[in-house]
């Protein structure tokens, strides 16, 4: 049976690292590694790089909360975004020199991709509303057709078919003297105001 190494390879920590994103237990990352690279790795080692990396994950959440912040005072300072760029890029050589000390494309490009990926999660945020709604719409739907399915069959009075799309689409409202409905008031809205 092999010894344990004190160091892993590239590959086994691509594999530690993908098993923490992922929540995995300490034992099954160990296996993973095992059976893919043929490294056995000790669950303590993968509990304390995960540590490690919940860790650094913390402080970089933390730093970002600070950045945002910081990008909030100099907004309401009345910086413009020139003014707004030098101060970042001033603040980031202040925390840690080294940080950008190579290129200073390489930061300008970091913050576009920081952007984009904000941006690509408030179109997923907006997708999900869009499916839930979409959802809901089609559940009315599918009871709606039931409803009228049975209306046609003659198995329910056409009265109690009127009275079942009222409760799923709501009541529609009419105005005195008006021939078609100008407003709907779903049924749920009906129940909470006592009518």
């Known amino acids: 049976m092999p010894k344990p190494r004190k160091s892993i390879s590239a590959q086994a920590a691509s594999i530690l690292l993908a098993g923490i994103e ?24 993968i509990g304390r790089r995960k540590a490690e990396w919940w860790s650094h994950r913390k402080i970089n959440e933390a730093a970002r909360e600070r950045a945002q912040m910081i990008v909030a005072e100099l907004k309401n300072s009345g910086l413009n975004g020139s003014d707004l ?6 603040q980031l050589l202040l925390d840690d020199p080294a940080q950008i000390a190579g290129d200073p494309k390489l930061v300008i490009s970091s913050e576009k991709n920081r952007i984009a990926r904000e941006r690509i999660e408030i179109m ?3 997708l ?26 003659g198995s329910k009075d056409p009265k109690e078919a009127l009275e079942s799309l009222y409760a799923i689409f709501g009541r529609p409202q009419l105005e005195r003297g008006a021939l078609y409905p100008t407003e709907v008031i779903p049924a749920s ?6 009518a």
Do not use: C, F, W, Y
């Open 22 to 45: 992922a929540q995995k237990t300490n034992l099954a990352i160990s296996e993973e590694i095992l059976t893919q690279t043929g490294e056995r790795v000790a669950t303590r080692t």
């Open 85 to 90: 760029v030098h101060a970042q890029v001033v």
């Open 124 to 126: 997923r945020g907006r």
């Open 128 to 153: 999900d509303v869009d499916r839930r709604k979409m959802a809901l719409l089609e559940g009315r739907e599918n009871r709606a057709t039931a409803v009228l399915d049975s209306a046609k069959q």
């Open 189 to 194: 809205a009906k129940e909470s105001n006592g």
